[in-house]
């Protein structure tokens, strides 16, 4: 279990950022999450395109992932001073009001790092994740470890129908994977492989 508090007008400030954000970016929706990492002393809150950290009094290290919408009106109905929050396995306890979460605690400071990404990510986007040393449990607990693997389909589809466009100018499908992954290694500084 663990326990933090935050700011009541700072976290509702934070809130209303990151409402802004979504609202501008169309994604303001009852199945948009944000990720929370509860740090000693801090707490991070994490979504498509933006961080943002709150100071917080905590009693441990957790990460947990809300829904934005409804953690956005709990925080702005609420009027007390400070924000307890009560995070155990599986649910979150924010004054009164219990919700559940996806949670994951940290026994030692190994904490599993939250992937930035764009507002609106492309198949380039979650292809580069697996080249810039995330674990799989990175992967996975910050829900793209399928979307790394549908970006690879992807790229091999593309190169797939390029072949094809370019065979009768005698373009292999190897020379064109080649190609593309020269650009890539290039334009992106990271070594692709498929």
């Known amino acids: 279990m663990i326990i933090f508090e935050l700011n009541t007008k700072e976290t509702q400030k934070i809130f209303k950022e990151i409402k802004k954000f979504f ?113 799989k449990d990175e992967l996975q607990f910050n829900l793209v470890a399928g979307k790394v693997e549908w970006a690879k389909k992807e790229l091999d589809e593309c190169i797939r129908l390029a072949a094809i466009n370019l065979n009768p100018f005698r373009f292999s499908k190897a020379e064109v994977k080649t190609m593309v992954l020269n650009r890539l290694r290039e334009r992106e500084k990271i070594d692709f492989k498929l």
């Not at 000693?40 to 957790?62: M, P």
């Not at 929050?85 to 605690?105: K, N």
Request: proline share 4%.
């Open 23 to 135: 609202t501008a970016a169309k994604s303001w929706k009852i199945n948009t999450t944000v990720e929370l990492t509860v740090i000693d002393g801090l707490v991070q809150v994490v979504g498509s395109g933006f961080v943002r950290e709150i100071k917080a009094l905590t009693t441990g290290s957790c990460k947990l992932v809300v829904p934005v919408i409804h953690w956005f009106e709990l925080f702005q109905s609420t009027t007390t001073p400070m924000i307890k929050i009560v995070v155990t396995d599986g649910e979150a306890m924010v004054g009164r009001v219990t919700v559940r979460v996806r949670t994951t605690f940290f026994e030692a400071d190994q904490i599993l790092r939250s992937i930035q990404l764009p507002a609106n990510p492309k198949a380039i986007d979650y292809l580069k994740l697996e080249y810039q040393g995330y674990s």
